[in-house]
């Protein structure tokens, strides 16, 4: 008994030449060892015109069936016992036969001839080539998407694209993004060689089918567009030598078009197959949506940052020879902005007050922050009122009150200007935490000022209070975040008024930068990785200053700045 494929089947011997063998569908050669055709059933005499009994294998059937039949002679055996299993076979050949596959199977026959089951395996391997294929593009797709994702960064996208297609679709690749001011930004590669960035004024319609592309219409076929047509400024730079075939192939966006997609090849004058075209508009599908996604973001990000910039706390500095600076610090780690807020107002001269203002609205985060910005835009507007605090809190008061918003606002504001060697300020609290004053020795006093909230009550009431600051004292600003900071050695005490006290009594005759910095760095280890609220605070300071005598040494002469 032998066997192909581990099925037992029929010998190969006289009584097989008829009923079954005859009409095996398979074609079925049996061949002694020196080379010459025994029998041959109907299916292999239709393949096989010339393969009759008689016959040499090498006359008979095709060179590589010839020269395994040859290999497989000594390799081919069946048992000396009848009763034993496990005939011995060579492996099986294949090659073709006309314009088909053959796969050849040997086994041996009784008489140590060798039997060739044949069996066509063109659909078989054609289905399997199919299969490695669509396996392999669905590899580089995903490979795909993931590098087209990495990044939302527009150029980076456009790089990653044309990369990719000229090394996987294409010898060369160009993206151009929709037009923008009379000009197209290009962006092409070479296979092996980094992609090169162009901004440049050019027709589209000079390569067919490369405005509609743009526009967002399906592509054209290949077969249709002549790579003799390419203009020189679609041509990437390193691309040598006459473009055989183009495909032009829109990058769908999200509602837009995010440009067209040019493939070309150097040496194929027949085009890209429909499997190509088809398979490039898959990749220019997935190459769109990312670069339309970079783009959403980009444009957001860009809004975003002009936005955040009138949000954001300013960067205080000198000015008119008085110390100013700043700290803030949001309550989420994530974000940027918050509820607390302070501005510097200068005033329209030198001498006369600058207006500094610290808040803090109710309620944190970005709804709290669009509140703030509204707050210091207004506050800006009322600057020029800047001596009549009460004033400015009754219109501040009175906008809020007639806006959508139901959060009120605590602030102080204060007018502070140079006189001499000493700072003057003027303070007004509105339901805010009073400030505080170091003096040079050290001891530290609570400015006696107070008022109502902004944004709760229909009328405000305030009491303002003076202070003088002489060279090396300090006037702090602070929110509420710094004294209700929870954290010490159980993680739940508050920071405290009477700590925030001594830790500003260390900062005597210091700078204001330096004032700020040390509040904040206790504060922040106090806190260690706990939760707290928005906290901001700012620090004014009378500098160190040298006195100049008068010239006439009557007049009180000046101090340096």
Sequence with gaps: MTSIEGNPVAGAGPGATSGLWALAPYPVLVADPAGTVVRANSAARSLLHRAEPGASMQDAVPGWLARAHFEAVPRTRVP????????????????????????AYPTAGEAGEVVWWMIDGTDRRRAEQALTAERERTGFLVEASNVLLASLNPDRCMAATVKLAAEHLADAAVVVAPPARGKLLTVSAVAGREPVRELIAADPAGLPGLSEALAGFPPLPSRWIDGALLPDWLRPEGLTGPIGSVVVTPLPGHGVPAGALILLRASNPGGFSESEEVFA???????????????????????????????????????????FAGGYRPAESGERVGGDFYDVHAGPGEEDPSLVVLGDVCGKGLDAAVLTGKIRSTLQALSPLGDDHLRILELLNGSLLNSHHTRFATMVLGSVRRVGNEVRLRLTSAGHPAPLVVRVDGAVEEVPTRGTLIGALPAVEARSAE????????????????????????????????????????????????VVERIQMLAFQWLHDGSHDDMALVAISAPRTNHLSAVDGHTRGRYTI
């Design 80 to 103: 000396a016992d009848p009763r034993a299993d496990g005939a011995v076979a060579a492996p099986p050949v294949a090659g073709r036969i006309g314009d088909r596959r053959y796969e």
């Design 281 to 323: 508009r898959l990749f220019a599908a997935r190459a769109g949506a990312a670069l339309s996604a970079a783009r959403l973001y980009s444009e957001q990000s860009a809004i975003t940052q002009t936005l955040m910039r009138e949000l954001l706390p300013p960067k205080l500095q000198r000015l008119n020879g008085i110390e």
């Design 467 to 514: 202070v003088v600051l002489q060279p090396g004292e300090t006037c702090l600003l602070h929110t509420d975040g710094f004294t209700e900071a929870r954290g010490g050695p159980l993680g739940s005490e508050m920071f405290g008024e009477e700590r925030l006290q001594r830790a500003l009594s260390e900062c005597a005759d210091l700078p204001a930068e330096a």
